[in-house]
């Protein structure tokens, strides 16, 4: 394992173009030897929305790496995800992932049956559950859309990897890791457990803003990453778009473990320049916990009534699709009120996890202070 992240300019999805880069990449930054082995690609599929949108990866960037990978010599390339709320295939079809997946030799994975995979390094679990298919794999691969994250302010290659979980699973861990600080540590026991050798970055269209990850702005930022250190990748991304990568609760816990770095200072970069693919308009989610950490006794416990976000729900927005009274890890959504428009039932239980919000395909869920 390295500690280089190889940068490429992609100024759109064409599908050449993305091949290219891919490939170049991977010349900087090799991955493992793939000959005669079986890849699975985790892409990222939130829910699915037009490629446009910028909530999942790119097609064409999968469909890229699938070919990448059977051109090394690979014998099996699979794609496979699990949306929160959303069958694994029809999701993958209406996103367009799984026509580049099929037509570029490779094979969709539906998630269905899990697997209890032992971590025995971790520090708050000592098993996950992953879907079946990473038992078959040989080679784990991240490939990730850099995003702005309510929750935990940036998501990309390390949190992609939860969804290897199945489902609604995922949601339950919400509830059993409420503090972000926990849920950090889970999602770093959750990468260790995966074992990926290798992590793409589709950040030629990433999203930004408060809305992310389901519900930002798309931004263009012109530019691929990857590498076989998916922590190096993750922190070198998110610096590149404006982000202290310690004030990223889930990276600061895995840069503590040591054992993808010992230190930032560590990360080199190859290929393109990394003020080529900086962007200064990219606008963070921050952590308003690190904010709170800082002041004292009665001024922390106002300040974290001030400024901590709950649901806040548009009935005109509303499809009434009941997504976020499945998803609430909680079970504190209700849609049984006389309009049939969601509403949290009781606030104090609230667990600001914000799945509710991450997983609304209409936009109706706001988050509110106050």
């Known amino acids: 394992m390295t500690k280089t992240v190889a940068l490429q300019k992609c100024d759109d999805y064409d599908f050449e173009k993305v091949l290219n880069a891919v490939k170049t990449m991977m010349e900087l930054v090799p991955p493992p030897d793939v000959r005669g082995k079986t890849v699975l690609l985790k892409p990222n ?10 909530v999942c990866t790119h097609p064409v960037v999968v469909g890229a790496a699938v070919r990448a990978f059977l051109d090394l010599g690979a014998a099996r390339v699979i794609a496979g995800e699990s949306p929160a709320i959303a069958g694994s295939t029809s999701a993958a079809k209406l996103t367009g992932m799984y026509d580049q997946v ?28 992953f879907a079946k298919q990473f038992l078959e794999a040989d080679i784990v691969v991240s490939l990730s859309k850099l995003k702005s994250h309510q929750l935990m302010a940036y998501t990309g290659a390390m949190k992609n990897l939860f969804g290897l979980m199945i489902g609604l699973e995922k949601a339950g861990c919400h509830y059993r890791f409420a503090k972000k600080e926990d849920f950090a540590e889970f999602l770093t026991d959750l990468v260790i457990a995966a074992k990926p050798q290798y992590a793409i970055m589709d950040a030629i269209m990433g999203m930004d803003g408060p809305g992310g990850p389901g519900s930002g702005d798309p931004i263009k930022l012109g530019f691929m990453a990857a590498s076989d250190n998916i922590l190096a990748l993750d922190w070198k991304c998110a610096e590149l778009v404006g982000y202290n990568p310690h004030n990223i ?20 970069t190859s290929g393109a ?12 989610v921050r952590d308003s916990q690190s904010l709170q950490k800082k002041m004292p006794g009665i001024i922390n416990f106002l300040a974290t009534a001030i ?24 079970h504190i959504i209700n849609m049984s009120g006389a309009d049939s428009t969601a509403r949290l039932t009781d606030k104090s239980k609230c667990l600001h996890c914000f799945c509710c919000h991450e997983i609304c395909p209409a ?5 509110r202070r106050f």
């Open 363 to 367: 936009g109706a869920i706001a988050l």
């Open 45 to 54: 599929i939130l829910y699915p929305k037009s490629p446009d949108c910028a």
């Open 102 to 129: 099929i037509n570029n030799g490779g094979e969709w994975a539906d998630f269905k049956e899990h697997v209890s995979v032992p971590c025995p390094d971790g520090k708050v679990v000592k098993s996950i559950d």
């Open 249 to 268: 609760l889930n990276l600061a816990d895995a840069l503590g473990r040591g054992i993808w770095l010992n230190t930032p200072a560590e990360i080199k």
């Open 273 to 284: 320049a990394e003020e080529d693919c900086r962007c200064t308009t990219f606008r963070i």
């Open 307 to 330: 400024l901590t976000k709950t649901p806040h729900f548009n009935a005109r927005k509303c499809q009434k699709c009941r997504r976020c009274e499945q998803i609430c890890p909680a």
